[in-house]
Every structure is written in structure tokens, then in C-alpha cells.
């Protein structure tokens, strides 16, 4: 014996069925091939053919973070050259003036490789 809710549900298939007998989809088969991939190449296409929903605020921010991630690096590493070779230069006295090593040294090269006589 049927219950209720079964018997009920019976006569709304049963109605649905009526109602919708002379309606016909002109492209059946493609909707069905669409909504039940069988295939390797049918699945791949359903699954490019999804729709994704990216919201701009987050997306926006980390573009930002990343152009000025790769804006600062070669920036910061110029910096750190610079430092580092500042940090190697030494000042010198020289006849009561001060000079940095390497540049006094390459004024008294070039003065003693062109001699003045």
C-alpha cells in the first residue's frame, strides 16, 4: 500500500507529464550531451564552459601588492649595492685634507703615469 505523499506525488508526475506531453525541445540531444558530458572532450568543454565570479576589490588589492612587490625589489637591491660599497670606502688624510681612499688613489695614478716635468 502506497502512502500519502507517494500518491501525491504520482498524480503531479502524472499532471506534469500531461501538461508538458506536446512540448518538444528542438535541440535535446545538445542540452543533454551539455548537462551530462559522456566523453573526455564533453567534460572538458563543460568544464570551460563555467562561469567564475571574481570580485574586483580583493583582485585589485593584490595586483597592486604585487606590481609594488616587483616595482621595489630592483630598487631595494640598487640600494643595497650602494650601501654596501659605501660601507667599504674609506676616508684618508692626505697633506691636511681628507679623501676617499679609491678616489685619491686613482688621482695619484693618473698624476704618476703623466708626469709634468
Given amino acids: 500500500m502506497r502512502t500519502?505523499?507517494?500518491?501525491?506525488?504520482?498524480?503531479?508526475?502524472?499532471?506534469?507529464?500531461?501538461?508538458?506531453?506536446?512540448?518538444?525541445?528542438?535541440?535535446?540531444?545538445?542540452?543533454?550531451?551539455?548537462?551530462?558530458?559522456?566523453?573526455?572532450l564533453e567534460r572538458l568543454k563543460a568544464l570551460w564552459n563555467k562561469e567564475i565570479e571574481v570580485p574586483l576589490f580583493p583582485l585589485g588589492v593584490s595586483m597592486a601588492v604585487i606590481i609594488a612587490v616587483v616595482a621595489l625589489t630592483p630598487l631595494q637591491n640598487s640600494m643595497d649595492t650602494d650601501n654596501?660599497?659605501?660601507?667599504?670606502?674609506?676616508?684618508?688624510?692626505?697633506?691636511g685634507n681628507t679623501y676617499w681612499k679609491d678616489n685619491y688613489e686613482k688621482a695619484v695614478a693618473m698624476v704618476e703615469s703623466n708626469p709634468q716635468s
Fill in 4 to 40: 500519502k505523499r507517494e500518491q501525491e506525488r504520482e498524480f503531479i508526475k502524472n499532471r506534469l507529464d500531461e501538461e508538458l506531453g506536446t512540448v518538444h525541445f528542438t535541440r535535446e540531444a545538445e542540452v543533454l550531451r551539455r548537462s551530462h558530458p559522456r566523453s573526455w
Fill in 84 to 95: 654596501s660599497h659605501e660601507e667599504q670606502r674609506q676616508l684618508i688624510e692626505a697633506g
